[in-house]
């Protein structure tokens, strides 16, 4: 295997997670895909023989990407093509389609465009991926405390803007159902809850498919007894196991056709501190 090959199987396994964050950056499957492929681009240029965190170097990547898209498509007052769907591309990936679609709903996309670029990108990246403020503000060439407050003029527009009450109940009883299956050990009311290619990334890794991450969270039923639904990044339902009244690990999770279809396990302290995270 060449170094070239190695370094493709390596970024396979972080194209999903970059097309979500570029999907819910843009809001277009086209164009989230156009700033993948410019991601592989750089990465193939660049020499990267030092960095520790591909998934996270890569993220970053796709961020500025994304903010140049952004800043561009804004300066010459355009739309994306697409509206709410992804639009088919050369190899269609249903499964994949399926899961940008459910998981940027139209309320949510239609307030995201009203942000500035900057807004837009600082929660996106914070609020709904965990990415800490020192990062993003390299990204924007700010400070973190100015990363930290665009986020949060974001978070209230974005707060006052949606009505995702019917989607936040449905994803209710999706995570509902998931947590007394963890609880219980219950293998099959898992693989009922999980979508058949569901992701789990951690900073341990990524387990593929439901019943990989079934296994994985029946062994976990002593950390499901104590987990507790919450609201994280006031956008998607997901779980917290709380120590001393904060979050020491988080579940976030991301929905496709009312099955969990990527699920962020988020313990790095750092990371915990920079979520907002609230029980419901």
Known sequence: ??????????????????????HRMLGSAAEAEDAVQEAWFRLIRSDTGEVENLGG?????????????????????????????????????????ALLADSVGPALLVVLDT?????????????????????IGGILGRSPAA???????????????????ADLARQREVVDAFLAAARN???????EVLDPEVEARSEAGVKSGAARVAAGAASFAHLARVARPVLVGGTTTGLAVFADGRPERVLAFTFAADRIAVIDIITEPARLADLTVEEV
Do not use: I, K, Y
């Open 185 to 191: 050990g219950d293998f099959d009311g898992l693989l």
């Open 57 to 97: 170097w890569l993220t970053t990547v796709v961020g500025r990407v994304c903010l140049d898209m952004l800043r561009s498509r804004r300066s010459r007052g355009e739309q994306p093509l697409e509206t709410w769907r992804p639009a088919p591309s050369a190899e269609p990936d249903p499964a994949q389609d």
């Open 147 to 165: 990363a930290r407050q665009l986020a949060s003029r974001a978070r209230r527009r974005v707060r006052g803007g949606q009505a995702p009450e």
């Open 1 to 22: 295997m060449t170094d070239n090959d190695f370094l493709a199987q390596r970024f396979e396994a972080h194209r999903g997670h970059l097309r979500a964050v570029a």
């Open 115 to 135: 942000l500035s670029p900057a807004e837009r990108l600082a929660f996106v990246l914070h609020d709904l991926f965990g990415v800490p403020f020192e990062e």
